[in-house]
């Protein structure tokens, strides 16, 4: 009874710390009226096999309110026709080959476009980031506000099924970066979309800084804090977005897997507990619900049904706020945490043994070191 009694109260627990972990979804700021200067802007774009993403991109990015000074498409020793696109959209493309030992492929493909770069801010975006038609004077805008790094996780859509299972992946991600804390804590950057002025991008030593680091957003974040620099974090809405992982489960289990084999070390003890109650939290719902329906007890059955139930509206209400997800993601939210806990399980498993992770046709070592 007493071990009963107990597990209902890391239940609680993880209720409660919810309102403080998902406190505040800070969005970027509406454009302010009349007219601003700002300084030249450097868009960047690593894509490595993107031919099916970087026309939406660079539709988007021609159609922006503010034109950003040069858009610069960095082709990642892809195999498709990524190079030809971006040129045909009238982007300046770099083409790299034969990436060097210690590189990991994204940070070789950023650190290359930005000393390319000729503007006083640059703009890295992901090949499937979308734009609405003001996101790009919001970011600006933003900067204006504060006079520091931008960062954004953008708000996620999605169109199949298996898409949904990145609902709880997102939860966790934006809350181990403390960014929806009353507080913002910001444990690292969001890669998808990061506007950084180019000298203090020098001052960090860019991304060769963190070149073999997987998850180079969190490691930039660090050099920044390391250097003195601050920076701001915010949360997508339907005009910065994107769509995380759209060719197949394969590829979103391989894009998580690469984030959670790296990313769980960086986030700070504080937030690591808080974040361990509120999965154990999830995690033990149903599993109480399955246990006393087999055991036959009804008052704790009831109890725990009820709980299931809090826990699915307090995730259909809180999914809204980040991305596309469906009521049946909510309701059915003890499969995501099976697919969550699985890859959480192998991300420690080649942690442990120093296995590869596979991503975009590439084998890297948890340590960050791309092994082709």
Same mark, same amino acid.
């Given at each position: 009874m007493i071990l009963i009694v107990i597990e209902f109260v890391v239940v609680l627990i993880g209720l409660a710390i919810t309102p403080m972990l998902f406190y505040r979804f800070p969005r970027l700021p509406e454009v302010k009226s *009349? &007219?601003?200067v700002f300084p030249k802007v450097s868009v960047i774009i690593p894509a490595r096999n993107e031919e099916h993403n970087l026309p939406l991109l660079l539709n988007d990015l021609n159609g922006q309110s503010f034109i950003p000074f040069e858009i610069i498409c960095v082709d990642d020793d892809s195999s498709d026709s990524t190079a030809q696109i971006a040129e045909a959209s009238g982007a300046r493309v770099l083409s790299l080959h034969d990436k060097p030992d *210690?590189?990991?492929g994204k940070s070789w493909a950023c650190q290359n476009g930005a000393d390319a770069a000729k503007g006083e801010l640059l703009v890295f975006l992901d090949a499937d980031v979308r734009l609405g038609h003001n996101a790009i004077l919001r970011l600006m805008q933003a900067y204006s506000d504060c006079g520091?790094?931008? +960062? /954004?996780?953008?708000?996620?859509?999605? &169109?199949? /099924?298996? &898409?949904?299972l990145s609902m709880l992946f997102n939860f966790i991600q934006i809350a181990a970066n403390g960014t929806a804390l009353p507080k913002p804590l910001g444990v690292g950057l969001y890669g998808p979309v990061i506007l950084i002025p180019k000298s203090e991008y020098n001052r960090i030593g860019g991304h060769e800084s963190v070149k073999m680091s997987i998850v180079e957003d969190m490691a930039l974040g660090h050099r920044l804090k390391e250097n003195g620099l601050s920076y701001l974090l915010f949360i997508g809405d339907k005009e910065l977005s994107f769509r995380m992982y759209g060719d197949g489960l394969?590829?979103?289990?391989q894009g998580w897997l690469k984030n959670m084999a /790296?990313?769980?070390?960086k986030t700070?003890? +504080?937030v690591f507990v808080m974040v361990f109650f509120w999965i154990t939290s999830l995690i033990s719902v149903p599993l109480h619900v399955i246990y006393f329906s087999i055991s036959g007890n009804f008052l704790?059955?009831?109890m725990y049904s009820l709980l299931y139930i809090v826990w699915a509206t307090i995730l259909s209400s809180l999914s809204k706020r980040i991305g596309q997800f469906r009521p049946l993601a909510t309701v059915l939210f003890p499969l995501q945490m099976v697919v969550f806990l699985g890859v959480f /399980?192998? +991300?420690v498993f080649k942690k442990i043994f120093r296995l590869n992770v596979i991503w975009k046709g590439r084998a890297v070592s948890v340590e960050g070191k791309t092994c082709e």
């Open positions: *009349g &007219e601003m *210690g590189w990991t520091c790094t931008i +960062s /954004a996780q953008p708000f996620h859509k999605t &169109e199949k /099924a298996y &898409e949904q394969k590829a979103l289990l /790296a990313g769980a070390a700070t003890p +504080s704790w059955l009831v /399980a192998v +991300s």
